[in-house]
């Protein structure tokens, strides 16, 4: 049995990669770590105890917290951390861009700082791994032609963006000063079950459902190379058992769309879906709103890289695994009424009383 700490394992691509690789590696054991900010909603692993009975620990905490951290990592003998805990949403980033700076700059060195100590206290472990989780949108925005390498200049456009390129170069300093086995993945926009309804396909998913505007940044025309995450977490899973310390790895579904284009399929899919025709389809709510400032106009990403060196494809097709993520929200109603009342922040009161749970 092999102890993986995974860092914001109660957000969209952190719980998706418990669930996937709790059922895929039977000798897997995961401790989750989670500050259970507002995109943090711990039942969305409820049924881990269930499902992977003795595998999974759910632990509340910070990633600043560093005496926490090493005393996860010593207790539970981890051999890797998967490093998936940020501030994640580009528009709160614009709005109120220090939790960025604090979260995302700040918790990812501490978290280095910690687990850097446990791995020098124990010997320097070879087969020791942490792998930080990133995003393409550090590479700034492509004009029509070209894709994002793995040596492409680092030129982030937003707070959000910036604070993730500055922790992938805490990382790399890490490596190639301390000689810590750290890896960075920088992954296009993922899609899927459990997704936080702020996000663009399952705030359109919901609006579309409920009838109200659907609005759309500018023209409508940025480009999105999107990503089903559960291939992510499958890329993940290969950077983790197959990458090289100190390499990048770009990961990415080879899936252009322009944003309007997938409010349009999303809408067919749902009128499809609820037998909704003519004047009622759900693209007469689409509305066009001013453009998000510093919008980054294309993302593309070259993933040869990864395919080459580790064998990971992606599995799924975009059509087929966005129709999949409309019909797991059209029968996710009572996790979507959770999000809405407010009522998953109170996960912790329910099931641990006011203590804090470790
Ligand atoms: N969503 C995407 O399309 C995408 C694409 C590429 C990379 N990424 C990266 O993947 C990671 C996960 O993204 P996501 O969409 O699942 O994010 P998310 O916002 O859904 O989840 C983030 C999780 O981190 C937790 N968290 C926040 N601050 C914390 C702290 N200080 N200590 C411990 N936990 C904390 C939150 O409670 C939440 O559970 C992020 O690092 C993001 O930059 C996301």
């Not at 492409?152 to 922790?167: G, I, L, M, N």
Request: aromatic share 10%.
């Amino acid at each position: 049995m092999q102890t993986i700490l995974v860092t914001g394992g109660a957000g969209f691509i952190g719980s998706n990669f418990v669930r996937h690789m709790l059922s895929m590696r039977p000798d897997w054991r995961i401790v989750n770590l989670d500050a259970l900010t507002y995109a943090g909603n711990a039942a969305n692993l409820d049924d881990m105890a269930t499902q992977a009975p003795g595998r999974y620990r759910f632990v509340h905490g910070d990633i600043n917290d560093s005496d926490l951290v090493k005393r996860i990592l010593i207790e539970e003998r981890a051999g890797a951390v998967v490093h998936f805990a940020a501030e994640s949403h580009v528009d709160r980033s614009i709005l109120g861009p220090l939790a960025f700076v604090e979260t995302n700059i700040c918790g990812t060195a501490r978290l280095l700082m910690a687990c850097r100590d446990v791995w020098e206290q124990s010997g320097r472990p070879r087969d020791f791994r942490f792998v930080h989780v990133s995003t393409d949108e550090v590479y700034g925005s492509l004009g029509p032609d070209g894709y994002f390498t793995e040596t492409t200049a680092y030129d982030p456009s937003s707070p959000y963006s910036a604070s993730k390129a500055a922790s992938d170069h805490l990382v790399r300093a890490w490596q190639r000063t301390y000689g810590f086995p750290a890896l960075v993945t920088n992954c296009s926009n993922n899609y899927g079950p459990f997704q936080f309804p702020e996000k663009l396909i399952p705030l359109m998913i919901l609006n579309i459902v409920a009838e109200k505007e659907l609005p759309v940044y500018g023209d409508g025309q940025n480009i999105r190379d999107w990503l089903y995450v559960i291939d992510h977490c499958e890329a993940l899973a290969a950077v983790l058992e197959r990458g090289i310390p100190g390499e990048t790895y770009n990961i990415g579904g080879g899936a252009e769309r322009a944003n309007i284009d997938v409010v349009r399929q999303l809408c067919t899919l749902i009128d499809q879906r609820l037998h909704r025709e003519g004047a009622s389809c759900g693209s007469r709510l689409i509305r066009f709103v001013g453009d998000r400032p510093g919008h980054d106009r294309r993302y593309a990403i070259d993933a040869g890289k990864i395919k080459r060196d580790l064998g990971w494809r992606p599995r799924f097709q975009f059509e087929d695994a966005l129709a999949a993520t409309v019909d797991w929200y059209l029968s996710h109603g009572e996790w979507i009424d959770a999000i809405r009342s407010g009522d998953y922040r109170r996960w912790i009161d329910t099931n641990y009383g006011a203590a804090r749970v470790g």
